[in-house]
């Protein structure tokens, strides 16, 4: 029986990348770094999940012979440029610069008021997350969920299931009870290697992505219900 409904956050409720896009770009200029990242690298980069880890693996790419320093030079920088890039961001959301993607929020409603349980899985900041859903639901936002994974409670980044496989142990629920939302790729890897069927809204940046095993790829959520979702598990 279908007992909740798992979200991942950046490209699923919301098109945030291109504004993670500008803070990171922001963050750049604001230590004096030449580094520029365009849509279509930023693209390939979004391959890596994370955005420290997507710094790092950019800062090798440009400088294969990197090596971390005495005292963490290298760590101490990438921390440094992910704090200024998240508070850029965090900045923008408040602003309005982000919105929900169509359909979200209906359908959260109507899954609450069935009776389903709501739960967020991503590899995303808290800060990053509150951002968005304080803006877009409230301030009480998280009584809406009752369990939230990310990067501060689930540390191995997508592909890995580790956040999935905490939301769900969180929840007390089996992977046949939920559906997950994602995105990309990664997300969709990540949901199902913990078990979960997978509905895709891919976005601009992952559109290319290969989804094959996902429950449905749908442009976005504007027409899913809960009853669809059931139908689509056989339920």
Same mark, same amino acid.
């Given at each position: 029986?279908?007992?909740?409904l ?5 490209g699923t409720l $919301?098109?945030? %990348?291109?504004v993670?896009?500008?803070?990171f770009?922001?963050a750049?200029? /604001?230590e ?6 365009? *849509?279509?690298?930023y693209t390939?980069?979004?391959e890596? #999940?994370?955005?420290? %880890?997507?710094i790092? #693996?950019?800062?090798?790419s440009?400088? =294969? %012979?990197l +090596? /971390? ?7 101490a920088?990438?921390?440094r440029?992910? /704090? @200024?890039?998240?508070?850029?961001y965090e900045n ?5 610069a ?7 929020l209906a359908?959260?409603? /109507?899954a609450?008021?069935q &009776?389903?349980?709501?739960a967020?899985a ?8 509150a ?5 877009? @639901? ?5 009584t809406?969920f009752?369990?939230v994974g990310?990067? !501060?409670?689930? =540390?191995? +980044?997508k =592909?890995h299931?580790q956040?999935?496989? +905490?939301?769900?142990?969180d929840?007390g629920?089996?992977?046949a ?5 994602e995105d990309s790729a990664?997300?969709? +890897?990540?949901?199902?290697?913990? &078990?979960?069927?997978?509905? @895709?809204?891919?976005? !601009? ?8 095993g $996902? ?6 959520? #504007?027409?899913?219900? *809960?009853s669809?979702?059931? %139908?689509?598990?056989?339920h």
């Amino acid at each position: 029986m279908l007992s909740a409904l798992i979200f991942d956050v950046d490209g699923t409720l $919301a098109d945030t %990348e291109s504004v993670h896009l500008d803070a990171f770009n922001h963050a750049f200029r /604001e230590e004096g770094l030449d580094w520029h990242w365009d *849509v279509p690298l930023y693209t390939r980069l979004l391959e890596t #999940s994370g955005g420290k %880890e997507r710094i790092l #693996s950019y800062w090798r790419s440009v400088q =294969p %012979e990197l +090596k /971390e320093l005495d005292g963490g030079a290298v760590q101490a920088t990438v921390a440094r440029l992910h /704090e @200024i890039k998240t508070a850029y961001y965090e900045n923008a959301v408040n602003s309005g610069a982000v919105s929900l993607r169509p359909g979200v929020l209906a359908l959260m409603d /109507e899954a609450r008021a069935q &009776g389903l349980q709501l739960a967020i899985a991503t590899t995303t900041s808290p800060v990053n997350i509150a951002a968005l859903l304080r803006s877009a @639901i409230g301030p009480d936002w998280r009584t809406h969920f009752l369990a939230v994974g990310d990067a !501060s409670n689930a =540390p191995i +980044k997508k =592909p890995h299931p580790q956040v999935y496989q +905490k939301v769900l142990a969180d929840m007390g629920m089996a992977a046949a009870q939920c559906v997950a939302f994602e995105d990309s790729a990664n997300g969709l +890897k990540a949901a199902t290697a913990a &078990g979960l069927p997978t509905v @895709i809204t891919p976005n !601009s940046y992952t559109a290319h992505h290969d989804f094959t095993g $996902a429950l449905r790829v749908v442009p976005d959520l #504007s027409q899913v219900g *809960v009853s669809r979702l059931r %139908e689509w598990l056989g339920h």
